[in-house]
């Protein structure tokens, strides 16, 4: 299987900035690890095995990239501005660095995203603020109200990072069409603390006319067992 380390100094968030590739063909996705991850989450935790066959025959190619949670969401002792605005510049270095050199590397079209827990935030606010780019998301035991953390601040930058706020309010013909043509995929355990936060986004998704497919597991199902079986299953598609 190929596997691939880069590193570059991202001029978005002004450090080095690490990830993985593997894969050498497929469609393209762009992997989050879960809160305050590494880039090297989805390989230590056995994502990358249970996904073989998919990267070994060429069908994905995973970008599995670090976060910048410890300086946005998580920095509890910055002003919750600072940290939507850290959250504003991690888009950016996926945009402008990580993105471009998906395409460089492979030609495919079809991009997807996706994570697990807080990385399921991450993989369906970057689908959802740029469906122009993105073909597919699927989020494992997300939870994706991050104004919840942030004590009634609100400016420009909560609000574009947090779809709770910004999707109930979208009323673009031109999004719109791009974000119903968006397969988003929920999955998430009926005992999972998550599930009435994700059974309430499907619910808002699908007002907005926005098809989901809202999967259930049975139990908690908020662990890396059951993410490595949400993956393989639902990578492809809705089964």
Not at 41 to 68: K, T
Not at 70 to 76: G, I, M, Q
Request: aromatic share 14%; with cysteine; hydrophobic share 40%.
């Amino acid at each position: 299987m190929n596997r691939e380390y880069h590193r570059w100094y991202s001029p978005a968030l002004g450090r080095d900035m690490e990830l993985l590739i593997f894969g050498h063909a497929g469609a393209r996705a762009l992997v989050f690890p879960t809160s305050l991850g590494k880039f090297y989450e989805w390989e230590d935790r056995g994502m990358i095995a249970a996904l073989g066959e998919h990267l070994e025959r060429g069908w994905l190619q995973l970008y599995c990239v670090d976060s910048v949670d410890a300086e946005a969401w998580y920095a509890w002792h910055k002003h919750p501005g600072a940290r939507a605005w850290r959250q504003s510049q991690y888009d950016r270095y996926l945009c402008d660095e990580v993105l471009p050199l998906s395409r460089q590397k492979n030609d495919n079209p079809f991009c997807i995203t996706a994570g697990a827990s807080f990385g399921a935030y991450h993989a369906m606010n970057f689908a959802l603020r740029h469906p122009e780019i993105t073909g597919r998301v699927l989020a494992m035991s997300g939870m994706f109200n991050v104004e919840r953390w942030l004590g009634g601040y609100t400016d420009e930058h909560v609000y574009l990072n947090c779809p709770c706020l910004y999707l109930p309010n979208e009323h673009d013909e031109g999004r719109l069409r791009a974000l119903r043509n968006l397969d988003i995929i929920i999955a998430v355990g009926r005992d999972d603390p998550n599930i009435a936060n994700n059974r309430w986004f499907s619910g808002m998704l699908w007002g907005k006319g926005i098809g989901n497919a809202l999967r259930e597991w049975d139990g908690w199902s908020h662990d890396w067992p059951w993410w490595r079986q949400m993956a393989t299953q639902y990578i492809g598609g809705h089964d």
